[in-house]
């Protein structure tokens, strides 16, 4: 089991990945796919269900929205 400290951390880096993503996306960023590969890995690797769940989904919704535009 994780210990708190480095599940807060797990979850502050997750929100700080996905937000970044969000943003570069609106603004049509280069970065989106360093950022995409950091939510994959928080989707493949994370020790927190609800994070890698939040994971899945976003990384979902970005290839749906890139194979339909």
């Known amino acids: 089991m994780a210990t ?7 979850a ?4 700080v ?3 970044n993503l969000r943003k570069a ?3 049509g960023s280069d970065d989106i796919d360093v950022l995409a590969k950091l939510l994959e890995g928080h989707a493949n690797y994370g020790l927190q269900p609800g994070i890698r769940a939040r994971a ?3 990384l979902w919704e970005r290839r749906r929205a890139a194979k339909a535009g």
């Open 4 to 10: 708190f400290e480095f599940r807060n951390c797990e």
């Open 12 to 15: 502050k880096a997750f929100w």
């Open 17 to 19: 990945a996905s937000s």
């Open 25 to 27: 996306v609106r603004e």
């Open 56 to 58: 899945e989904a976003l």
